[in-house]
């Protein structure tokens, strides 16, 4: 088993469906907290960040060759979704995680972290349905009400920690890192987390879909992104919705020669449009630009995912 690498041939659709496919208290205005505030919430140890800042709806319809990046990427923050879990609107999704457990088979790795959408007062009265009947047991996490599903997924376990909090749904496969983010919840705790500030990548939050990842160690960026030099990756949607940004940030001045290589050859190789456009932005940061618009949008889209800290197992 290996992480997707390059030229992989086989199966990304069906792949990219599974990977999907994955997902009690009071309600509030859902309208009164923003997304920019739940940033402030994710753990310090928190190294990936997803985030549909539009309204939008959870979405498990399988791709084909027509579906565009900009139909797929907001679907990306849902990856940590319970299987059974009913579709639901939202007004904003926020996706924060870090590192990976082993799998007992393929697909994607478990990892530590938490999804936090807020949702309208019909949505929460169906999740609550939902949790209620599908949980395994219940229990407190910093003193709310929480929760707790438990599938099988490949052989693989999955535990998901849920409850549904002043038109929030809140989602994590981790209860410490739920315990944390509620904390910091509580407490009105500052944001700890630099997402990119400091290496110069430009992050535009107001983005309809935006992701930062910073890698933990060469030996990481080596399996997800081809290249040991990089050390964090953005993306994100343009406000018109036709380009994708995904831009590296790297100690090495070869890294845009090595990025170039993977995106051409990788793409090609799928049968998938190739970048509209290389950037070396400055001698750390490389910029590819993507057709949001274009077909076979699934090939650019696990790419992307595992560049973002979910590897996945093929």
């Known amino acids: 088993m290996k992480y997707l690498i390059v030229f992989v041939t086989l ?34 140890e928190t ?20 579906t565009g990046l900009a139909a797929l990427l907001p679907r990306m923050p849902q990856v940590g979704l319970p299987g059974g879990m009913p579709t639901f609107a939202y007004n904003f999704y926020v996706h924060g995680a870090y590192g990976n457990r082993p799998a007992k088979n393929l697909g994607l790795l478990p990892f530590s ?3 936090v959408a807020s949702i309208e007062p019909a949505a929460s009265e169906a999740i609550e349905e939902y949790l209620k ?32 909090k002043d038109g929030l749904f809140i989602c994590a496969t981790d209860e410490s890192y739920l315990s944390s983010l509620l904390d910091r919840r509580e407490k009105h705790v500052a944001a700890s987390i630099d997402l990119g500030e400091k290496s110069g990548i430009a992050l535009n939050l107001d983005s309809p879909f935006w992701a930062f990842h ?5 030996q990481e960026a080596a399996a997800e992104v081809q290249d040991p030099a990089v050390t964090e990756v953005a ?40 970048p509209k456009q290389y950037e070396r932005l400055s001698p750390s940061l490389t910029r590819i630009v993507l057709d949001a618009q274009a077909r076979k949008g699934e090939v650019a889209t696990l790419a992307l995912l595992v560049a973002l800290g979910h590897p996945v197992l093929i």
């Open 11 to 44: 199966g990304l659709t069906a792949l990219v469906c599974v990977l999907f496919y994955r997902g009690a208290g009071s309600h509030s205005s859902p309208h009164s907290i923003t997304s920019k505030e739940v940033l402030d919430w994710l753990p310090p």
């Open 47 to 66: 190294r990936t960040v997803m985030v549909s800042v539009q309204p939008g709806k959870t979405d498990r319809s399988p791709e084909n060759a027509s």
């Open 113 to 115: 972290g938490c999804d």
């Open 133 to 164: 009947k599908d949980s395994t047991k219940r229990r407190s996490v910093h003193g709310l009400e929480t929760y707790v599903l438990e599938e099988n997924q490949g052989g693989t376990p999955w535990t998901h920690f849920a409850l549904v």
């Open 214 to 218: 910073r890698m933990a160690d060469k």
């Open 235 to 274: 993306v994100y949607l343009s406000k018109d919705k036709r380009q994708v940004g995904v831009v590296y940030s790297s100690s090495s001045k070869v890294s845009y020669d090595r990025l170039k290589t993977w995106w051409a050859g990788y793409l090609k190789q799928e049968g998938a449009p190739l």
